[in-house]
């Protein structure tokens, strides 16, 4: 017999297994399962655990060769996306659609809090935009979160700008009910709620780029990244916790 470790008094569990993820997403990179990773060096691509066939392409920018995304050891597996001033931003590229409703999660390791006034968002739909969202940051960990209607009518700052632990690992969730109801869970803190109406359906194929330029683009940038995950439904908060469980037992590694 396997037991299980709960909250004392509850019925939610406090430990999960390295790769427990909630069921029925359609896309998860984690950049610390080997299976997303077996190919990142050889062939520039990252695969998708997820229920879907879908392959992320990592692209380079040039100074004056090639520069790829970066596959790190470090914190169990990580990826180091780079903006160099003047030169160009390095990510990675996926087709798929938005969903009406629809929970995107990344795990982020904020900067110290200093420095410029550049930004990157993640993930930005390129063609087109319509019915997306996004998070995206700056250097001073102020959290912006947005989207796009199927007008394909932009709706930034939703959330206000909440602010990440510096210097840390962050669990940031953005859920979406495809009209006025959203919700920002920073690790696993109680949502962040905005009524701003965003009506959205869900879209043809759209190209994702994670991350996106945004903001000033002459300020260099580095965006430390163990996951991207994307759901065609609304996560519970107990879901959304246990997400942040499965992450963060990463963090300290």
């Known amino acids: 017999m396997i037991f299980q ?3 004392k008094g509850g019925t939610e569990r406090v430990n999960y297994g390295t790769y427990e993820y909630v069921p029925g997403s359609d896309i998860i990179y984690d950049f610390g399962n080997p299976i997303c990773t077996s190919a990142f060096n050889s062939s520039r691509i990252v695969y ?6 879908v392959t992320g392409s990592l692209i380079p920018y040039a100074n004056p060769g090639n520069i790829y995304p970066t596959l790190m050891v470090d914190y169990g597996g990580t990826v180091n996306f780079n903006r160099q001033a003047s030169a160009g931003t390095n990510y990675l590229q996926w087709d798929w659609k938005s969903t009406q409703q629809q929970t995107n999660i990344f795990v982020y ?12 968002g993640f993930p930005g739909g390129t063609s087109p935009s319509a ?4 998070i995206t940051l700056n250097k001073y960990n102020n959290v912006f979160g947005g989207g796009f209607n199927s007008s394909n009518t932009q709706f930034d700052d939703i959330f206000g700008a909440p602010t990440l632990i510096s210097s840390s690992w962050n669990t940031i969730a953005y859920t979406s009910n495809g009209d006025s109801i959203s919700n920002l869970y920073l690790n696993q803190s109680a949502p962040i709620l905005s009524t701003t109406t965003i009506t959205r359906a869900t879209s043809g194929t759209q190209t994702f ?5 945004t903001g000033n683009t002459t300020t260099s940038f580095q965006s430390v990244v163990m996951a991207f995950l994307q759901y065609p439904f609304i996560l519970t908060p107990k879901q959304i916790r246990q997400t942040y469980k499965v992450f963060s037992q990463r963090f300290s590694t």
């Open 5 to 7: 470790n709960f909250n």
């Open 48 to 53: 998708n655990v997820g229920s879907v066939n």
């Open 109 to 120: 390791q904020a900067p110290s809090g200093a420095g410029g006034s550049g930004e990157m």
């Open 131 to 134: 019915d997306s969202i996004y």
């Open 209 to 213: 780029k994670f991350p996106f330029i």
